[in-house]
Structures are given as C-alpha cells and as structure tokens.
C-alpha cells in the first residue's frame, strides 16, 4: 500500500514578518571632526585675508599703509578718491591698460576654448595615422612652463614683424595643450558616437555636425577652457612684458607693475600716492574675474565633473 504525503504537509513554514518587525534604515549621519573643521578654516582664511588686505589697503592713503594697522581702516578712508585719481593718473592711461587686458584675455580666451574644442574632439571621435603620438605629444606639452618658451616665441614674433603689437600677447595664449586634453576627455562621453552616426546618415557632412551638435554638447567644457585660459592671460606678466615696449598697450600686471617700480624709485611721472594707486588698481583688476566666475561657475563645475564618469 503506497502512502502519499500532500504537499501541504511536508511545507516548511515561512515565517512572516510584519513591516512593524522590520529593522529600520539608518539614515546616514554627517559626521563632525572638529580638527578638519578646523583645518578647513585655516584655508579659508589663507585665500580669503589677502583680499580682505587688499580691501582695506585700497581705502588708504600712502601714509596710512604705513602708519595704521593693515588689518583695518584708518581714520579718514578714501576709496572713491583713490579709484577717481587711479584713473586720471597719466592723463588715464590705467582705463586703456583695463581695456587692453579685457581685450587680449576675452580674445585669447574665446580663441583657445574654439581651437581646443576642435582638436579635442578630433582626438576623441575620429582615428587616424600617428593619433597616439600626436597627442602624446600634447600631454608633453602641458609639462612645460611658459616661460621657458617666452625667448623663443620673442625671436619668432621678431622675425615675423608682429613685436610690440597686441597680436604678440594673443597669438602665444591661443594654444592651450591642457584645454585641448580637457576637451577630449569631455568629448569622449559627452558627445555620443550614435547621435554623430545619425547625423552623416541624414547627409550632414563632418565640419556640420561638429558646428550644430558637437559645439551645443560641448558647451560647459567650453566654459572650463575659456574660464582658464582667460585667468591665465589676465594675470599673464612675463609675456607682455618682454613682447610690448609701449605703454599704451600694457595690460594691467606690467601697466601696475611700472607704476610700482616708479613709486620705489621716484622716477617721472611719480606721485607721493603712487602705492596707494597701485593697490587700488589692484583691487580693480581683480573684480572682472570675480564677476566671471560667480556668473560661470556652474558651467565651470559641470564642465570639470561631466567626461571624469564612463556612463
């Protein structure tokens, strides 16, 4: 005689368990340490006191930087009269050195992001004989400083006849070999191979797509590149130094820096608030990129973190 077990009888039980019974999630916690909060001040002051010197400075006469405490204002301020006499010392010529250094910085920005776009996204979308050598050669590049160049690129604009002319401070700053690696690590994933293979099957040629699609994606790395390239030739100093003679095309570093020289030196043309007029000039300088970059920071911080994740 066969016995036949039911399935009911031979289940093992499952034990049910109630979202009551349920061990809740912990939410993750912020944790606190006080030497880092401490430590992080420490920098924020490191970056942030010599602007708040700067500040103060510029509200001084040339006496008071010397007679009153530097970390506060003395007794009569005097911003406004210091910014009216930086502009009218030398008959203006500090609002041409504004306006020239606005120039060579917003031209040679704009240039560098276009011409680094280009090339960043040859390199990313397209292969080609020597591809690895050439941008080998690019990563070589960033490892050399500027100024080891600055004879060379002096002798060559020499013999071009382009010495002494803005042309000499632009040009050098339209090639930027890390603003050319930037954008093709950008490329790689922000511009998909896909939407490019889309496009040359509806007829679009190459120079097109890369015009109507692969500038609109490449926007925010656009932004990073402009943002550096423009910084770095705002504060450029030994090139326009060595390639401008006149002093009407001076940008604002080597324009300050001959007012300085001046006013340590008592040469022609000095004031006794020729420092006060430096510090103040330099407190002005500073302002278009603090403007800039509180107005493209968020274009600069996607532009740094999009093309560092693979999808």
Not at 158 to 170: F, Q, R, S
Not at 187 to 197: G, Q, T, Y
Request: charged letters at 10%.
């Amino acid at each position: 005689m066969t016995t036949v077990t039911s399935a009911a009888s031979t289940a093992v039980p499952v034990k049910r368990v109630d979202a009551g019974d349920r061990a809740p999630r912990r939410s993750p916690t912020r944790r606190r340490s006080t030497p880092l909060t401490i430590a992080m001040l420490a920098v924020l002051a490191y970056f942030l006191l010599p602007l708040f010197w700067l500040l103060i400075a510029s509200t001084k006469s040339t006496q008071d930087l010397f007679n009153s405490f530097g970390l506060w204002f003395s007794h009569a301020p005097q911003l406004l009269s210091n910014i009216k006499a930086t502009f009218t010392q030398d008959d203006g010529v500090f609002g041409r050195w504004l306006l020239n250094t606005v120039l060579y910085a917003g031209a040679s920005a704009l240039g560098a992001a276009l011409l680094a776009a280009a090339a960043g996204y040859g390199f990313a979308k397209y292969r080609f004989r020597g591809h690895g050598a050439a941008f080998n050669l690019v990563l070589g590049a960033i490892m050399i400083p500027t100024t080891a160049l600055a004879i060379p690129t002096y002798l060559l604009f020499a013999k071009a006849g382009l010495v002494n002319t803005p042309w000499a401070v632009i040009l050098p700053s339209l090639i930027s070999p890390f603003g050319l690696y930037l954008m093709r690590i950008y490329a790689e994933d922000a511009v998909p191979d896909s939407l490019i293979e889309a496009a040359r099957m509806d007829g679009a040629g190459e120079f097109r797509i890369f015009c109507t699609i692969g500038l609109r994606l490449l926007a925010p790395g656009l932004v990073t590149v402009v943002l550096f390239t423009l910084v770095a030739t705002w504060n450029n100093y030994f090139l326009p130094l060595i390639m401008l003679n006149d002093p009407s095309l001076y940008p604002i570093t080597v324009g300050l820096s001959s007012w300085a020289a001046q006013a340590q030196n008592g040469g022609a043309g000095a004031s006794s608030d020729m420092l006060a007029l430096v510090v103040t000039g330099s407190l002005i300088s500073i302002i278009p990129l603090v403007l800039a970059f509180l107005l493209l920071q968020r274009y600069w911080q996607s532009g740094l973190a999009t093309g560092g994740v693979k999808q």
